[in-house]
C-alpha cells in the first residue's frame, strides 16, 4: 500500500513499536480500531495520528486504509493533523456554560495569548471547545490529555491548572 | 418518603472497586448464583414485575426487552452495555462504573444468562478512558475466578465481556451507530428495519442495556423483600439515579425514589440555588435532547407519567440542568443549538440541513430581528425534524426548542417595528 501523499512521511522506529504493542494489548483485534488508533494519539506527543502510522496500522489489522481515515475523520476525538503537547479542551455544552465557561474561555485567551484552535509557537498550549465530558458536577471544567480539571471559576484556580502541565 | 435511597448505589464506598475478593466478602455473585438456578423468562419476569424501564433515556420496558431478546432465534447473541453517556449534564453512569464495576459486570453477566448470549460488550465514551484500566483488570479477575469464559459456576453459560472504546461522538449512543462503531467503522446510524435486536453488533441478535439498568439487576433478585417496589410510587415503583448540574449549590449524582418532586430535587437535594440574588429560570430534564420546564412546573412529581402528563421529558437519562436568570431562554437553547449542530453525523437531511438552519433562525431571534414567519418557519422544521429523521438524534434535537415555544411564548414575540417592516 503506498501514502497517497508524495510528502516523505517515514514511521519512526520507536513509534512503530509502540503501535505494535498497543495492537497486541488489544489482542491483534481489527474490530477494536477505534481504541486501537486512541492509544497511538496518545503515544504521540503531539497528540495526532501521522499519516505512516494509519496505514502501518491498516496494514497490520488488514483493513483498508480508507477505513481507518473514515474512523479518524468521524470522530472528534482522533485527529490526522499535529495538535499541542497539552490541549485545553473546554467544556462548551450547557451544564457548563450556564456556570459561565465563556468566562473560563475568555481568561485562558488571555492567560496564553491565543484564539481558540490555535497553537502555541512551542507547540505547548492550545485551547479547543469541546461537548460535554461527563464533569458537570465540577463545571466549569477542562479536560487536558484525558484529565479533568474542574471549579475553575477564579483566574487563580485557572493558573493553578496551567501550572500543573509539564 | 425518604428523599435520598441506596439501592442502585448500595455498595459505593463499601469495597475496593479494584479487588474481586473485595466484592465477593459484601455478597458479590450471590445474585449470579442465584439467577443460574432460574430459568431466563423468570429473570425478565422479575423485571417485569418491578416494572423497570430502561434507564438510558428511551425508558423502554425491560423484562419485555430481555424476554424479546431470549425469543429471537440466533445461534449467537450479544448483550451490550451502553456506557456512552453522552447526553450533556449527565454523569450517573459514570459514578457506576467507578464506584461498582463488579455490580455492573454481574448484571450483564446476568442479562446474558437470560437473553442467551455468548458475548457481552461494553461501549464505554473515550471521556471516561481513565476508567478502562480499572474496567479491564475486573473482567480479568472475573475470567480468573471463573465468572467469565467457559461454563460459569457449572451452569452450562459460556460467557464472554470484552470493552470498546468510542471516540467522541455522541450519535454513538445510539443503538445502531454503537453497533457499527463496535465492528470498528465510523458510528453512522443505520437504516431501521432490521431492528437491533435481531440484527446489531456483528449483524447478530443484540440487547442494548445502559449501565444503571444492568446494575439495577443484581440488588433485584437479591430483593426478597420487596424494598425497590415499596419504594417510589403506586404506578411507579423503584429508585432512580439522577444527576444534577447548574446553578445549584450541591450539584452531584443522587439516587431518589420515584414520585420526588421537581422542587425537592433542586432544592433540598442540590441545596438550592446557588446564587439568591438569581431566581430559577428554566430546568432542563433528561440532557440536551430533553424538555424544558418553567418555574410553574416545579411540583411534578418524578414518574414516567407524571412527567408525561405535565409534557416534559419522561425521565430520559436523569440529568437535571438547574438554569438561573444569568442564562437567558434564547441563550439557552442557543447553546443546546450548537451542541446538535456538531453532533450531528450528518447522513440524512432533516438532521444535518434542519440543525444549521434552526441555528440560524436562532441567531436571528437573539437579535430581535424576526418576523412572525421565521417563527412558524422554527417551528415547522423542528417538527419536520422530529418526524423525518433517521435516529433518535435528530428526532429529539428539537424537543427543548419545541418545548420553549410552549412555556415561554414572550421570548419567540415579535418586535412590533419587524413586524411593520
Same mark, same amino acid.
Given at each position: 500500500m503506498k501514502p497517497f501523499t508524495q510528502a516523505a512521511d517515514v514511521l519512526d522506529k520507536e513509534l512503530a513499536v509502540k503501535i505494535d504493542g498497543i495492537i497486541s494489548a488489544?489482542?491483534?483485534?481489527?474490530?477494536q480500531l477505534v481504541g486501537i488508533l486512541l492509544d497511538v494519539e496518545a503515544a504521540v506527543e503531539r497528540h495526532y495520528i501521522p499519516e505512516s502510522a494509519a496505514y502501518y496500522v491498516a496494514q497490520k489489522l488488514g483493513v483498508k486504509p480508507t477505513q481507518v481515515y473514515d474512523v479518524i475523520s468521524f470522530y472528534t476525538a482522533l485527529h490526522d493533523k499535529p495538535r499541542a503537547k497539552f490541549t485545553l479542551e473546554v467544556c462548551n455544552s450547557a451544564p457548563c456554560r450556564v456556570k459561565d465557561s465563556d468566562k473560563l474561555v475568555e481568561t485562558l485567551k488571555r492567560l496564553l495569548n491565543l484564539e481558540v484552535g490555535e497553537v502555541t509557537y512551542d507547540g505547548r498550549f492550545s485551547i479547543e471547545k469541546v461537548p460535554c465530558f461527563g464533569a458537570c458536577d465540577v463545571s466549569p471544567a477542562v479536560r487536558v490529555n484525558g484529565v479533568v480539571y474542574g471549579h475553575l471559576d477564579s483566574e487563580e484556580r485557572i493558573l493553578d491548572m496551567l501550572q500543573q502541565l509539564n | 418518603m425518604s428523599k435520598k435511597v441506596c439501592f442502585i448505589t448500595r455498595n459505593f464506598g463499601k469495597y475496593d472497586p479494584d479487588s474481586l475478593k473485595s466484592y465477593e466478602s459484601i455478597g458479590g455473585f450471590t445474585a449470579l448464583r442465584k439467577a443460574l438456578k432460574m430459568d431466563g423468562n423468570e429473570i425478565a419476569d422479575v423485571l417485569a414485575a418491578n416494572g423497570v424501564q430502561g434507564r438510558g433515556g428511551a425508558a423502554y420496558d425491560m423484562g419485555k426487552k430481555w424476554r424479546q431478546a431470549r425469543e429471537v432465534k440466533g445461534e449467537h447473541k450479544?448483550?451490550?452495555?451502553?456506557?456512552? *453517556?453522552?447526553?450533556?449534564? #449527565?454523569?450517573?453512569?459514570r459514578e457506576l462504573l467507578t464506584n461498582d464495576?463488579?455490580?455492573?459486570? *454481574?448484571?450483564?453477566?446476568?442479562?446474558?444468562?437470560?437473553v442467551g448470549a455468548d458475548n457481552g460488550y461494553?461501549?464505554?465514551?473515550?471521556?471516561?478512558?481513565?476508567?478502562r484500566p480499572?474496567? =479491564?483488570?475486573?473482567?480479568?479477575?472475573?475470567?480468573?475466578?471463573?465468572?467469565?469464559?467457559?461454563?460459569?459456576?457449572?451452569?452450562?453459560?459460556?460467557?464472554?465481556?470484552? =470493552?470498546y472504546s468510542g471516540a467522541?461522538?455522541?450519535?454513538?449512543?445510539?443503538g445502531s451507530a454503537l453497533s457499527e462503531s463496535i465492528e470498528g467503522k465510523a458510528g453512522r446510524p443505520r437504516m431501521k428495519p432490521p431492528f437491533i435486536k435481531q440484527c446489531g453488533v456483528f449483524h447478530l441478535p443484540t440487547c442494548v442495556n445502559n449501565v444503571e439498568s444492568l446494575s439495577l439487576v443484581p440488588p433485584l433478585l437479591l430483593d426478597d423483600e420487596g424494598y425497590y417496589k415499596s419504594q417510589g410510587t403506586e404506578d411507579c415503583p423503584g429508585t432512580k439515579m439522577i444527576s444534577v448540574s447548574g446553578n445549584v449549590k450541591n450539584p452531584g449524582v443522587f439516587e431518589v425514589p420515584f414520585g420526588i418532586t421537581i422542587r425537592e430535587i433542586v432544592y433540598d437535594l442540590a441545596g438550592g440555588m446557588e446564587n439568591p440574588e438569581y431566581p430559577l429560570r428554566l430546568v432542563q430534564l433528561g440532557g440536551a435532547s430533553g424538555r424544558i420546564c418553567a418555574p410553574s412546573q =416545579?411540583? #411534578?412529581?418524578? #414518574?414516567?407519567?407524571?412527567m408525561r402528563q405535565a409534557d416534559l421529558t419522561a425521565i430520559g437519562s436523569g440529568a437535571v440542568l438547574v438554569v438561573d436568570e444569568r442564562t437567558s431562554v434564547i441563550g439557552f437553547l442557543r447553546m443546546t443549538q450548537e451542541f446538535f449542530s456538531h453532533e450531528s453525523c450528518g447522513q440524512c437531511t432533516p438532521c444535518r440541513e434542519g440543525n444549521r438552519h434552526i441555528a440560524m433562525l436562532l441567531d436571528k431571534i437573539a437579535a430581535g430581528e424576526h418576523t412572525q414567519k421565521d417563527v412558524d418557519t422554527l417551528k415547522k422544521f423542528a417538527d419536520i425534524m422530529s418526524c423525518a429523521s433517521l435516529?433518535?438524534?435528530?428526532? #429529539?434535537?428539537?424537543?427543548?426548542?419545541?418545548?420553549?415555544?410552549?412555556?415561554f411564548p414572550e421570548v419567540f414575540a415579535v418586535k412590533e417595528e419587524v413586524a411593520v417592516r
Open positions: 488489544h489482542n491483534g483485534d481489527a474490530t | 450479544c448483550v451490550v452495555c451502553n456506557a456512552d *453517556e453522552g447526553e450533556p449534564g #449527565t454523569f450517573k453512569d464495576p463488579f455490580q455492573l459486570l *454481574e448484571g450483564m453477566i446476568i442479562a446474558g444468562w437470560s461494553i461501549y464505554m465514551r473515550e471521556e471516561y478512558s481513565h476508567l480499572r474496567l =479491564l483488570s475486573a473482567i480479568a479477575q472475573c475470567e480468573e475466578a471463573g465468572y467469565l469464559g467457559d461454563n460459569i459456576l457449572n451452569s452450562g453459560l459460556n460467557y464472554r465481556i470484552h =470493552l467522541g461522538a455522541y450519535v454513538c449512543g445510539e =416545579l411540583d #411534578t412529581p418524578y #414518574t414516567y407519567k407524571g435516529c433518535g438524534l435528530g428526532e #429529539t434535537a428539537q424537543s427543548a426548542l419545541l418545548s420553549a415555544m410552549k412555556r
